[in-house]
């Protein structure tokens, strides 16, 4: 397949100009100036909406197999390409069984195989065990079996993750697993918060637990900050890659900071939700809104914008966890703690931005570049010469009302529902082929696995 990709806005590395992008056999072959119709080729021309490369989100439960009845590889990735995701990498957790040996990484794949719209990858696990006094990771021995038979990292809960094959972990496990990882080459991905401080609110806690404010003091800032300065040590003393998800306080930047300075090999990233919404704003009963670590207040929010404009935080991944509707039941502490955005990322991003004039070069970088990066893809996340024409139609300036229909995951729950957004994707191409063109998917599942 030939053809060239034309608009008046192709957002390219630091830089958006007018052009038009070469697409041979599924990758760039050139990025042209505007062109006329070349003799015997296809010209695609978008005028000003602009071309994006193709999202990575590097968060996403997807949940098959064993708990597929939650999402799944088809929805999941449907809701994807929607978003103008072209790849998504799986974390190890909410499947049965969950993905911490070579065996458990194959019935992953199994499941994938012939059902992804987008591409897709694997992170592994690192578990602990029941015995709290262990000093090694329940499945230290499959560290290295699975880097080497193709996760791109490994993921790990210092706090209690909420599905009982997934057992967290303690210092000391880390400090028998990191030095596994750091010789794989391989990030460590980590849920930092410790244990302490949330038992210790707990012991504390007296009001409504249907009460938004009662799970928030439940779930200090502490719990993060303390964790952050333990990955921050182990880091350092290990050189082992250490990748903070979701992080939710502005109270551990100050740290990581300092760690940056002192290049320790930590990065970071936050989510849709804690940039967009606010614990000032949450209803009571709301369990839509329940994560965890939780969605803080308003001027934290203005924190990790700043955070983010400066490079401290490298990158946005959703943590899309999304649940059947009977598990968002109940109250605060006994509802299913997670929020789907797998399809909203794009324009929940793009529409805060709009409104702080941060330039979409940045969304992208956020959205695309760093969460390649940090996956090791180097065929994604740019517009450049040699990549995979992964490839997003944006219409920056449309609106669009959040509704059930449009969010193409498995069950429809959002805490958007019926917000206005900006930013509309039209087209999302994954390799050449339109994998979905305005409201459609076009093509069958052609999303194949991505190995470093």
């Known amino acids: 397949m030939h053809f060239f990709l034309q608009s008046n806005q192709l957002v390219l590395p630091d830089l958006v100009r007018a052009g038009a992008i070469e697409i041979v056999d599924g990758k760039i072959l050139a990025i042209h100036g505007l062109l006329d119709a070349p003799p015997g080729a296809v010209l695609i021309d978008v005028g000003d909406n602009m071309v994006l490369p193709g999202l990575v989100d590097t ?13 799944g590889f088809a929805s999941a990735t449907r809701a994807a390409a929607s978003g103008g995701v072209t790849t998504i990498i799986d974390m190890p957790l909410n499947s049965i069984p969950s993905t911490i040996n070579v065996q458990a990484l194959a019935e992953k794949r199994s499941a994938a195989r012939g059902q992804c719209m987008v591409d897709y990858g694997f992170w592994g696990g690192v578990v602990g065990g029941g015995d709290a006094a262990r000093e090694q990771p329940a499945n230290l021995s499959d560290i290295v079996p699975l880097a080497d038979a193709g996760v791109l990292g490994f993921k790990c809960f210092l706090v209690p993750s909420g599905v009982e094959e997934f057992v967290h972990v303690t210092q000391r496990q880390l400090e028998a697993a990191m030095p ?18 949330i038992e210790a609110a707990h012991a504390n806690i007296t009001g409504d637990p249907r009460r938004y404010r009662t799970y928030l003091a439940s779930r200090p800032d502490e719990s993060e900050v303390e964790a952050v300065r333990l990955m921050i040590r182990l880091s350092r003393w290990f050189r082992c890659r250490v990748h903070i998800v979701h992080l939710a306080t502005a109270q551990a930047l100050e740290d990581l900071s300092a760690a940056r300075m002192d290049r320790v090999p930590v990065t970071v990233e936050t989510c ?47 943590d899309h966890s999304p649940s059947p509707p009977e598990m968002k039941q109940g109250d605060f502490f006994s509802g299913w703690g997670g929020i789907a955005s797998l399809s909203l990322a794009l324009p929940l991003v793009w ?43 944006f219409d920056p300036e449309a609106t669009f009302k959040v509704t059930a229909p449009a969010l193409h995951y498995r069950h429809p729950i959002s805490p958007y529902m019926n917000e206005k957004l900006t930013g509309v994707i039209e087209t999302t191409y994954l390799r050449g082929v339109k994998v979905f063109d305005r409201g459609s998917f076009p093509s069958e599942p052609a999303g194949i696995e991505l190995r470093t």
């Open 59 to 71: 968060h996403v439960h997807v949940n098959e197999p064993g708990r597929t009845a939650w999402e």
């Open 180 to 197: 596994l990882v750091a010789g794989t080459g391989r990030p460590l991905l980590v849920h930092a918060e410790l244990p302490g401080p």
């Open 272 to 318: 849709p939700h804690y940039l967009h919404l606010a614990a000032e704003e949450i209803p009571d009963t709301a369990l839509q809104y329940k994560c965890a670590p939780p969605i803080r207040g308003y001027a934290n929010r203005d924190r990790l914008w700043h955070a983010l404009q400066s490079g401290l935080i490298d990158l946005i991944a959703t």
């Open 351 to 393: 529409s805060d931005s709009r409104a702080r004039s941060i330039p979409i070069t940045d969304v992208v970088r956020w959205l695309a570049e760093k969460p390649a990066e940090l996956a090791g893809l180097q065929r994604k996340g740019r517009i450049e010469v040699g990549r995979d024409a992964d490839l997003v139609v």
